[in-house]
């Protein structure tokens, strides 16, 4: 005997396999002879018992004996038979037997028949298993294949051969790679491999599965693979259940990608970002490129209306190509799409427009670029119109040119999630940009555009507004000049943010404006501030009852009066940050300054505090913006100003740039003022003050000082205005306050004439009658001069005025 033998082991499950089925042999008579040890162990008799007696005798009860008779017919007409009989055992018991009955013919001799029976039950489950396994490969939707232990193909059923497009037969031999693309087969063949080296089955694991003749078509399967073992524990290969995916997969991605979209669009307020945002989540999820058009007035903030159309402005874009500028307009590009293409459609109709093969050339591009397109295997286009609150905002258009399945309806309504999630985030971005850009322009209104030169200070600011979410804030300064050659330096800042902290900011502003022009001090102006805030709140409480809106109910403030010729600075603040201290060798310092409540809170002093300031000192007022950040405290905030501020003989502009430089991002999260301030002091010879007793020759007195010194400064024509000014002023002083008189000459370039008394009582301005002695200087003193007032200090008032220089 040549060659080699196969060793197959029986099937344990088997029910006619040798080990498990009873053998008998009869002749023709229907004598038993041949019996086997199965037989002996399941019926009971020996083999003296049962060879040569007719079966029919002793295994069949005689009630049945009709019934085999008619197998027994069946099976001779037939040449075989199978069937289930009932069987007498030794015991006398009956039991069903499922048996096959076969011709056996002898040379010679007479016909013989084995009979190979099992029990019935037994029968009945095998032939269960059987049909069940033999529908897996007939009748099953799903796919299974069955491979040796070198992974060829063994046996597939229909579906695997739907889904490779061949036949059973085709596929025996071949391995997985013969079909596959080698990536996709790769994959398959190294998780079979697993499992027959394990023996752990392989459970719906999901993966590729491109065909060698369909490359570009994606198909996703799920794969359950299992060992197969003979009885005696063999590997005799793997069989695998494979299922398409491909849809569920597709479903799964595309809920994957509305669930990206909600957490990626929409996370800034601003128009450009979140159209970004959109074309960032579709490519290359949905399409290998996508752009966004839209309406000018939308990037603007302006407001929409329905009837509105006009070009588009290209918002933003994504491909996947490399020099998508061939055929894609860069943004910023405002163009119109023809009358005929689907965005044209798309606009007129506010439907999404699906095309699923088309021509570059019909897709809305210019003949250059469509030939770019061309080339590039553009061939489906979706065109999605950009909707909110019933107005059109724009399009998005998507474009597959790398995949090369086409676009369809499941990619159109997914699409059309996409774009009405990024519509409501891009007018909510167009509405907030509204709102910011009026705020804005209403706060630049609102905030001193140039700072008149000042003979007190020199002044450098900046303002920078909120460049998040929070929009803009309600931060101001200003620089008022006060009479004396004064001047006030104000910084503030209203809670809240928005059109009603700007608002606030402006009411606040002109409330300064007008307690200045009063001369009050800086304590007294907060105090009035005060008020005004508490009444403010109350107004916003009782109008915006139950409506929405930012409530804004407080603000700080620091308000500051320096004097160039006294060198006095006198501060106080309201629950503001305070000032930063330049001296003029450099060195920086925080003045402590009684802090203040903030204005709004009623029923809390206010406190001012005098500084004596050296020449060329700088004064840094700023908001709370500028040292609060979320990287740092408030006291990191005050170091690093410090730092900022530090160094001696350094241009105010080059200081006010470095402190924002080094404190600010670039887009601040609050708004910021800076005012920087540089004392000024004025020289001996343009100031001139004498203390006159209070005596009835105190006004010629007066008169006669006021003449020199005019003629000292060669302001000899003023001598006659100015004496009768100083005259009427000293004179009232005399005559109405007692106590010593203080005359104060300034020259700048106007020249300030400035009457002292102890006395609180305000002169005040009227008409004299044509019978009335008196109350006319006044009047007289408002024709000579260009302006004319009273400020109290705490202690008796000043009355001054101001006169036009010759020339």
């Not at 005997?1 to 499950?13: A, H």
């Not at 874009?317 to 910023?332: D, H």
């Not at 004025?682 to 000082?705: F, H, I, K, Y």
């Not at 007032?789 to 009355?799: F, L």
Request: proline fraction near 7%; charged fraction near 25%.
């Amino acid at each position: 005997m040549t060659g080699s033998v196969t060793l197959i082991s029986e099937s344990p499950e088997d029910p006619f396999s040798l080990g498990r089925a009873i053998s008998v042999v009869l002749d023709e008579r229907g004598s038993v002879v041949g019996w086997s040890e199965r037989a002996r162990e399941l019926l009971g008799f020996t083999d003296q018992e049962a060879l040569g007696r007719p079966a029919e005798h002793f295994l069949v009860d005689p009630r049945d004996r009709g019934l085999v008779r008619e197998a027994a017919v069946d099976c001779v007409r037939d040449g075989g038979w199978f069937g289930v009989v009932p069987v007498l055992d030794k015991e006398g018991r009956r039991s069903r037997f499922g048996v096959r009955a076969r011709r056996v013919i002898r040379e010679g001799r007479a016909d013989e028949w084995l009979l190979v029976g099992a029990p019935a039950e037994e029968v009945a489950q095998w032939e269960i298993d059987r049909s069940v396994m033999e529908g897996l490969f007939r009748r099953s939707p799903i796919g299974l294949s069955v491979h040796d232990p070198n992974l060829a193909i063994l046996r597939i059923n229909r579906p695997i051969a739907h889904i490779g497009g061949i036949t059973s037969d085709q596929a025996r031999g071949h391995r997985i790679g013969d079909f596959l693309v080698a990536a996709d087969a790769e994959t398959i063949e190294s998780r079979l491999n697993e499992v027959l080296e394990t023996g752990t089955p392989m459970i719906f694991t999901e993966q590729p599965c491109r065909l060698l003749i369909e490359p570009g078509i994606e198909r996703y399967v799920a794969v359950s693979a299992f060992r197969m073992e003979d009885s005696g524990g063999r590997t005799l290969g793997v069989t695998q259940l494979v299922e398409d995916v491909t849809d569920r997969h597709r479903a799964r991605r595309r809920l994957a990608m509305l669930n990206e979209a909600s957490e990626l669009i929409g996370t800034t307020l601003d128009v450009e970002t979140t159209a970004q945002e959109l074309v960032d989540v579709a490519v290359p999820g949905i399409a290998d490129c996508v752009t966004v058009d839209l309406l000018p007035a939308v990037g603007l903030g302006e407001a929409l209306f329905p009837e509105r159309g006009g070009p588009l402005r290209r918002a933003a874009f994504k491909s996947v190509a490399p020099y998508p500028e061939r055929v894609i307009y860069p943004v910023g590009t405002l163009r119109s799409f023809p009358k005929d293409s689907p965005q044209a459609r798309c606009l007129v109709s506010r439907r999404p427009v699906l095309v699923p093969r088309m021509d570059p050339g019909d897709g809305g591009l210019d003949a250059e670029r469509a030939e770019h397109a061309r080339t590039l295997g553009v061939h489906s286009l979706m065109v999605v119109p950009l909707t909110a609150r019933g107005l059109v905002l724009g399009l998005v258009c998507l474009w597959r040119y790398v995949v090369p399945e086409p676009f369809e309806e499941d990619d159109l309504t997914l699409a059309n999630e996409f774009a009405a999630r990024a519509g409501v985030a891009i007018d909510n971005a167009r509405r907030y940009t509204q709102e910011h850009r009026t705020a804005l322009a209403l706060q630049r209104r609102l905030l001193p555009r140039e700072v008149p030169s000042q003979p007190a200070v020199r002044v450098a600011h900046r303002y920078l507004p909120a460049g998040g979410s929070a929009g803009v804030g309600g931060d101001w300064f200003d620089v008022i000049p006060l009479s004396g050659a004064r001047v006030a330096l104000v910084v503030g800042d209203v809670v809240g943010h928005g059109i009603n902290a700007a608002a606030t900011m402006g009411r606040l502003r002109t409330a300064v404006h007008t307690l200045a022009d009063l001369d009050l001090e800086p304590d007294e102006v907060l105090s009035h501030l005060d008020d005004l805030v508490t009444r403010l709140a109350g107004e916003q409480e009782h109008g915006d009852e139950g409506s929405p809106g930012e409530q804004v109910v407080g603000a700080t403030c620091l308000y500051a009066v320096y004097d160039p010729v006294s060198r006095i600075c006198s501060v106080a603040r309201a629950g503001h940050p305070p000032p930063a201290l330049v001296s003029p060798d450099g060195e920086v310092s925080l003045p402590d300054l009684p802090a203040g409540p903030p204005l709004g809170l009623g029923g809390l002093p206010f406190e001012s505090e005098d500084l004596e300031l050296p020449e060329n000192s700088v004064l840094a007022l700023y908001t709370n913006g500028l040292i609060e950040g979320d990287a740092y405290d408030v006291d990191a905030g005050l170091d690093r100003l410090a730092e900022a501020l530090g160094g001696r003989d350094r241009p105010l502009e080059d200081m006010a740039q470095s402190v924002v430089d080094a404190l600010l991002p670039a887009r601040p999260t609050d708004d910021v003022a800076l005012l920087l301030a540089r004392t000024r002091t004025l020289a001996s010879e343009q100031v001139a003050t004498w203390v006159l007793p209070a005596e009835p020759t105190t006004p010629a007195r007066a008169r006669v000082l006021t003449a020199e010194k005019l003629t000292e400064w060669g302001l000899e024509e003023m001598i006659f205005t100015t004496e009768l000014v100083v005259s009427e002023l000293v004179t009232n002083a005399y005559r109405y306050a007692g106590g010593p008189v203080t005359l104060r000459l300034i020259r700048l370039h106007r020249l300030i004439c400035e009457v002292s008394d102890p006395s609180s009582t305000s002169p005040h301005l009227r008409r004299a009658r044509s019978t009335d002695e008196g109350g006319r200087g006044l009047l007289l003193v408002a024709q000579l001069t260009s302006r004319w007032g009273t400020r109290h200090a705490h202690e008796g008032k000043t009355v001054w005025t101001e006169q036009e220089l010759p020339g």
